[in-house]
């Protein structure tokens, strides 16, 4: 389930970009990630969410059961794993312009979107902070600097997004597609890491039986 690490955010962001660009009157640039959920073929943004939660519940509990995480970090990933799969059944109100003629009103099931993709936005990054610690070369130094981008990002997305006047252009879509780059990388670097060390210590082990066994008296 390590490998669902790396798979996750991969299929994510490969689906929002080529799902956005054949959207019409959509801009990657200036739209919101989540509103493609309303535009057309929504159902496909919505099985993205979902499935890039369950993807990182799996992750967490991989990386729970091989001991390559601290229970805080396990716990966060676990909350975005679910606060995916939350936004992805409790669709977003219009924002931004888009779909275009659409009312922005604001709607109880837009709110537990917006609330749960906060929810995922801070937890993400707090789950690199906390494994930060594991014993891999520049891993520290990777997993903070994750962290901090990302946190800057998402408060560069609110800004944008807080700022923009009706049908003017905004950044919000750039800035908002920065920490699923960051968090994604960092999630197939952790899984590639950890896969590489379970397999070193598979080999080492190996070796370990192969050596007593030819040190071992005969009968």
Request: hydrophobic share 55%.
């Amino acid at each position: 389930m390590v490998a669902a690490g790396a798979t996750g955010p991969v299929l994510f962001v490969l689906t929002y970009l080529v799902n956005g660009a054949v959207q019409p009157d959509y801009d990657s640039s200036h739209d919101t990630i989540s509103t493609l959920s309303l535009g057309r073929h929504g159902w496909i943004q919505i099985a993205n969410f979902v499935v890039y939660g369950v993807l990182t519940l799996c992750f967490a509990e991989a990386l729970r059961r091989s001991a390559a995480i601290r229970t805080s970090g396990y716990v966060s990933l676990l909350v975005a794993g679910a606060g995916l799969v939350l936004i992805g059944v409790a669709p977003t109100d219009p924002a931004l312009g888009f779909p275009a003629g659409e009312s922005d009103a604001v709607t109880a099931i837009g709110t537990v979107h917006s609330m749960g993709a906060l929810v995922v936005f801070l937890a993400f990054p707090v789950a690199a902070f906390a494994a930060a610690g594991r014993p891999f070369r520049g891993w520290a130094a990777f997993s903070v600097a994750t962290g901090v981008l990302s946190l800057a990002a998402v408060g560069a997305f609110f800004v944008a997004f807080e700022s923009t006047v009706a049908g003017a252009d905004s950044s919000a879509g750039f800035y908002e597609r920065l920490p699923t780059l960051f968090i994604g990388l960092w999630q197939v670097v952790f899984a590639f890491r950890v896969l590489t060390e379970d397999k070193a210590g598979a080999v080492g082990a190996q070796r370990d039986d192969r050596a007593m066994g030819a040190v071992a008296p005969q009968a």
